[in-house]
């Protein structure tokens, strides 16, 4: 960026309130904003840092619920706080677009994904059907989406995330205009399709010279996409600089805590010598119906120690979990417990088998009923497989709630809806102990948490572990996060094991080619990351690793 | 599509079955009826040799399986036998009055049906307006009021003091068809107030409940206008539910509407069945009930299709 390009968007003093518990409360205190035109702005902070409220206000847009208290938003002239709904109504898909986090939730299920992109340029008479429908397959062919000139007349489902990530990004294309709103456009992708969407959207910004706004919390991401930075946190700027200064040199400590997130390593252990395995998977099939989705899986988990299961999504991760847990009886294969073969389905299981093994859950939220007070959920499993009642059963709760660091005066009586989501992930925890297991099988328990919140996390679990000599199966696809607590690693593929070894082994060279290309996918702080592996791989391949 | 043809086979096997643990139900509570035909017909007076002899005329002396078989052997190829009362043949009793039922539901539901999803999804355009709410009130209103208290309001507004349709819907067979129409529009109008409340809200809580989906909020991010977000991106995704209630109204229209048809003195189904228990005239009991049920496994049966073909999932498989 060396000449100053015209100013494209002001945004000055911006106030935005939200309202909840009957009164309007402020949730963005007043932040500027410059973007000129064909610059990309990286917006990076936590969830809650109103990084997408303000990314919808360039848009003059306010959820329900939300609305624009105050400050002004200028597009190109135009000040959008003080225009007609009818008018900025105008703005939107022609000249300002937005790419959602979802792709897959944000297409409409019913309508076939050209139909889709040429909504816009049709009502907006920029261009007639059939020549916005060519343009759509041009767009798809420039985003490198398979079969470009059939793969719109596909619905929404019988697409995959990657590709409808970029078909939602060819479709903010469809009339060119001046700015984009990315918001977490790759949150929701495995790294090595997260490549290509990255690389994808990055090309066209460049090619039509579009202004942006990219909205993430992952740094390494928002370091290959914006020439400058702005940090939020709860509604106010902590920072902005240009993408390189700011790498090298934060200058506030709430940036530098950002940066230094994954710092938490713990030492690996090595695999006890004498001792049987708490869980050992030997030679697992298993098939929903006629799908075979795991192939010949065997791995063991020792106590006390971490196992982290890794692979992208659809495979077999999670379903390994449930023929552990029972829910998926397999079709061949057994799974021992300290040496004792489990009954291949739950039901037949005795109660105390089923005490040894427990789960915490991605998703808190869905995963703790709304309506049931934090005590009740966890003494459920205290009373059930303890036999607690009373004053026991009290003290027992109020034990578990101080082993996850919640105040139980304060928490004991709390509904889930009240809490944080690392509080509410702390409680489905908490259940998980309640039971007393030897063995807990940890299902993407971070990916839906902030970086900061999810290393918390990662501490907790690692002192129970060592407190009460747990043995984890740490289910995720996130290797930053392997790297940092785990003590082996089991590789999956399409429902096979890859690889499996000590941490330390499958992180060193030479990789099975596959563990190579999970690895090299993990985004880096570096800028020029991004480039330098897509010339290493070649262009035209990338798109091509991550559908196999 | 092959997949929505076996869905749907199933399904209609299902329906049979259901029908006939219903046929048994059916002929289980009419054994239950206090009283039978013998003793109906021939009075207090009747000796017990006459009773008897009336019963092993009409077969009536038989087990109850026995004659709960030869029953269902008729009932499967449309012979429900003769009715005891008259002697002629059920399904030739049934039959026109079926068909006035039927004409008086498809006269209701071809207006109730097209203006309940219109003001559902004006009302959801609209949602917390004064339109909304003087909507809701006057649907409410009328699904709460007694069908027959609807009736004598309308005969009182519509025919009594104003004269534009007549009280009175009887048919008689050399009308022309808009003459049906005018005689019948009372009773009509009667059930479309009576079913229009359930369809309407459905329609509306069916597209709310769509509003806060990403794909929504992404459609007015294009840009896309109020009245279409409603219409093309929230509607298309919300027909299963709305398909469900209009099949249960349907089933409704043909099967609930006894009380309509006495106050309009309208010659259809329901009318015949209460007769007909009255009479302890059983094989036309049977029938009827037969009938109404088969109604009813056929609308759902017509909804669960509805829903499925309208989900993009099933109709395009990967």
């Known amino acids: 960026m060396t000449e100053k390009k015209e100013i494209l968007l002001k945004i000055r003093d911006l106030r935005i309130e939200g309202y909840s518990d009957e009164k309007w409360i402020e949730i963005v205190h007043g932040v500027d904003l410059t973007l000129r035109r064909g610059e990309v702005m990286g917006l990076i902070g936590e969830s809650g840092a109103g990084k997408s409220t303000i990314g919808l206000a360039a848009m003059g847009f306010a959820r329900d619920g939300c609305r624009i208290s105050g400050g002004s938003v200028e597009f190109d002239g135009l000040e959008l706080t003080t225009t007609a709904e009818e008018d900025l109504r105008a703005l939107r898909g022609n000249r300002i677009a937005y790419v959602a986090q979802s792709a897959a939730a944000s297409f409409n299920p019913a309508h076939k994904l050209i139909d889709q992109h040429t909504e816009a340029p049709v009502y907006y008479r920029i261009r007639k059907r059939m020549e916005a429908q060519e343009d759509a397959m041009e767009l798809y062919e420039r985003l490198r989406l398979p079969n470009p000139r059939e793969i719109g007349f596909r619905y929404p489902h019988q697409v995959s995330g990657g590709q409808l ?126 799908v075979k989705v795991l192939d010949d899986v065997s791995f063991d988990v020792y106590s006390g120690m971490t196992v982290a299961v890794v692979g992208e999504s659809g495979s077999g991760k999670s379903t390994t979990a449930r023929v552990i847990t029972g829910l998926l009886p397999p079709t061949t294969g057994r799974v021992l417990f300290k040496g004792e073969e489990l009954p291949p389905n739950y039901r037949s299981r005795t109660k105390d088998q089923l005490r040894q093994a427990q789960m915490i859950y991605q998703m808190a939220d869905t995963a703790l009923n709304p309506k049931v007070q934090i005590h009740e959920i966890i003494g459920r499993p205290a009373q059930f497989y303890g036999g607690l009642k009373g004053a026991a059963l009290k003290s027992r709760i109020d034990e578990l709630l101080d082993l996850i660091e919640l105040e139980p005066a304060k928490y004991f009586h709390r509904y889930p809806p009240e809490l944080s989501g690392g509080q509410k992930q702390r409680i489905g925890i908490a259940r998980a102990l309640a039971a007393e297991p030897t063995f807990i099988i940890c299902d993407e328990v971070t990916s839906a948490l902030d970086q900061l919140v999810a290393e918390g996390i990662l501490k907790l679990l690692d002192r129970l572990q060592k407190e009460l000599n747990l043995a984890y199966m740490f289910i995720t696809h996130d290797l930053a996060t392997v790297r940092s607590i785990a003590d082996e690693v089991v590789v999956m593929k399409q429902g096979k094991v890859v690889e499996q070894g000590p941490k330390d082994v499958m992180f060193t060279p030479p990789h099975h080619p596959y563990t190579d290309l999970l690895l090299s996918s993990v985004p880096e702080m570096d800028p020029n990351w991004l480039t330098t592996l897509l010339e290493e791989r070649g262009v035209d391949n990338i798109g091509e690793a991550a559908d196999k | 599509m092959k997949d929505v043809l076996i869905i749907v086979l199933k399904r209609l096997g299902l329906g049979l079955i259901t029908l006939f643990v219903i046929s048994i139900l059916i002929f ?106 003087v909507a809701n009130v006057l649907t409410l209103t009328s699904i709460s009021s007694p069908e027959f208290f609807l009736g004598y309001i309308l005969i009182l507004y519509l025919s009594v003091k104003t004269g534009y349709f007549p009280a009175i819907a009887k048919l008689s067979s050399d009308m022309s068809l808009l003459e049906v129409l005018h005689r019948t529009f009372l009773p009509a109008l009667t059930m479309v107030l009576v079913v229009m409340a359930h369809m309407m809200r459905m329609t509306r809580a069916a597209i709310i409940n769509l509003l806060a989906s990403p794909y929504i909020e992404m459609a007015r991010l294009k840009g896309t206008p109020a009245w279409k977000v409603i219409v093309k991106h929230a509607l298309p995704n919300a027909w299963a539910p709305i398909i469900n209630v209009v099949a249960l109204n349907l089933a409704y229209l043909i099967t609930g509407v006894v009380l309509v048809e006495v106050v309009f003195v309208y010659p259809g189904i329901g009318q015949l069945l209460v007769d007909a228990v009255t009479k302890r005239d059983f094989p036309v009991v049977q029938a009827c009930c037969l009938v109404f049920a088969a109604t009813f496994i056929l609308l759902n049966l017509a909804a669960d299709v509805g829903s499925i073909l309208t989900n993009p999932r099933l109709r395009h498989p990967k």
């Open chain 1, 165 to 290: 990530q970029r078909a939602m990004t060819a479709m903010a294309m469809a009339c060119r205009p001046d700015l984009i709103i990315f918001d977490e456009p790759t949150t929701a992708l495995d790294v090595t399709t997260q490549i290509e969407v990255l690389a994808a959207i990055r090309d066209i910004v460049d090619q039509f010279n579009t202004a942006a706004i990219y909205i993430t919390h992952d740094l390494a991401v928002v370091a290959q996409m914006a020439d400058t930075i702005k940090v939020l946190l709860k509604g106010n700027e902590v920072e902005e600089a240009p993408t390189a200064e700011m790498l090298e040199n934060p200058k506030e400590e709430y940036t530098k805590s950002l940066w230094a997130v994954r710092s938490f390593k713990r030492p690996q252990k090595p695999r006890p010598t004498s001792e049987e395995p708490v869980v050992s998977v030997q030679n697992v099939d298993a098939a929903y119906g006629p």
């Open chain 2, 28 to 133: 289980g509570a009419v054994e239950l009826l206090p009283g039978d035909i013998a003793e109906a017909v021939l009075g207090q007076g009747a000796t017990e040799e006459n009773v008897a002899a009336m019963r092993k005329q009409l077969g009536l002396d038989r087990p109850a399986p026995v004659r709960y078989l030869d029953w269902l052997s008729g009932a499967v190829v449309g012979d429900f036998g003769n009715s005891l009362v008259s002697g002629s043949n059920v399904s030739e009793v049934i039959a026109p009055r079926f068909a006035n039922t039927l004409f008086l539901a498809a006269y209701a539901a071809v207006i109730a049906v097209p203006l309940a999803i219109i003001l559902g999804v004006i009302v959801a355009l609209l949602r917390n307006s004064v339109f909304d709410r």
